[in-house]
Structure formats: structure tokens, C-alpha cells
């Protein structure tokens, strides 16, 4: 039984990278380009008329990570795979908890970006290699998507109050959750957070 290919889209990217991306896709007799070169304030336009199963977005064209996790809540059938030139351990882990599906360096081998496609198209999440090669001993701890939304209000500046009025909670349990994004984003003050954001 032969399956159809897995429909992809691309975001714009550097000319050496767009090229090389569409190259992959190209020779890949399993996965269809649909579109390319996409810029970011059309993204959304792209995603309603395509309706890719994967989405590769260039990670430096965000404005923030909210802005993927709006993506994510527009389409949830499209799997979303961020490119960044060098991505930290807590920039994947907070792309991977605002909806993407793999998070990878530019720089990753070929093959692997291929793989991380593929495994995209079928739901799988792909962490980058920092995550399992054992430099990072906590392992992949995501957020959950109540932290992200703590999180995104703390980079925004919110206090513990707005924030338990916003989310409905009470402050001991907003700060609950602000040490466990501060622990599994590496950082310690709203200060440090924020300059992450």
C-alpha cells in the first residue's frame, strides 16, 4: 500500500538554508512541498489555504513564543518544526512547550532534519540532541501548558496577583509554578526570564 506524501511548508529562511531545505524535500520521494519561502506575516494565510502536515518555521522571524503557540492553537493538525541558528536548552523547551513538534539547530545533519519530518508528520516530538546526549541531566522537562501560561504572563511583566487573577488561581499556586519554570528553564529571577523572552 502506498501512502500519500506528507505535505510540507516552509517559512523563509536564509537563501542558503531555504535552498537546501527545499533540496531535502525535493529528493525525498515521501514528503511534498507545497509552498516555500514563506514570509512570517502571511504564515497564518499559508497554514489556512495549504493546510501542511509540517510547518518548518525559522525561528529568528518570531516575534515571540506566543506567536507559536497561537499557531499551534489555529492548526493543530499541522506539525510545527522550528529552525534556530543555535538554540538553548530552554528556548526548545519552550517551543516544544508553546506547540512545536521538534526543535532543531540549522546546523543539524541532513538526514536528522529529515527524520524529525518525518517523525513530526506522525505526532512524534523530536528534542533536540543537548536533550538526550546527557548534557542536560534533568532530562527533557516541559512545561505544561497551565506553566506556559504563567510563563508567558511573567514575561510580560505581570505580577503574582494579576497573574492569579488572570488564570482564575490563587498567588501560592502562581508562584508554585513560577519555581518550576524558573527550575526547568535554567533561570532564577523574573529578570533572567524575561531577558529570555
Not at 514528503?31 to 489555504?49: K, R, T, Y
Not at 529568528?60 to 518544526?81: F, I, K, M, Q
Not at 532534519?113 to 541531566?137: E, K, M, Q, T
Not at 482564575?168 to 508554585?176: A, C, L, S, W
Request: net charge positive.
Amino acid at each position: 500500500m502506498h501512502r500519500a506524501p506528507v505535505t510540507v511548508a516552509v517559512t523563509r529562511f536564509e537563501d542558503i538554508v531555504a535552498r537546501g531545505l527545499r533540496s531535502l524535500i525535493d529528493e525525498d520521494e515521501n514528503l511534498q512541498l507545497v509552498v516555500s519561502g514563506v514570509p512570517h506575516g502571511e504564515l497564518d494565510l499559508m497554514l489556512e489555504l495549504h493546510r501542511p502536515q509540517v510547518a518548518i518555521i525559522n525561528f529568528g522571524s518570531l516575534t515571540n513564543a506566543t506567536e507559536l503557540r497561537d499557531l499551534h492553537r489555529a492548526y493543530p493538525e499541522t506539525r510545527l518544526v522550528v529552525l534556530a541558528n543555535r538554540p538553548t536548552i530552554a528556548e526548545c523547551r519552550q517551543m516544544l512547550a508553546f506547540g512545536a513538534t521538534a526543535c532543531l539547530a540549522k546546523s543539524t545533519e541532513a538526514r536528522d532534519v529529515l527524520h524529525a519530518i518525518h517523525l513530526a508528520s506522525r505526532g512524534l516530538h523530536v528534542l533536540p540532541p543537548a536533550l538526550l546526549d546527557g548534557r542536560d541531566a534533568a532530562g527533557p522537562d516541559l512545561l505544561t501548558p497551565r506553566e506556559a501560561e504563567v510563563l508567558e504572563l511573567l514575561q510580560g511583566g505581570r505580577s503574582n496577583a494579576e497573574i492569579a487573577q488572570t488564570l482564575h488561581v490563587g498567588i501560592e499556586t502562581v508562584r508554585t509554578h513560577a519555581r518550576r519554570i524558573y527550575r526547568k528553564l535554567g533561570v532564577r529571577t523574573r529578570r533572567e526570564l524575561r531577558a529570555r523572552a
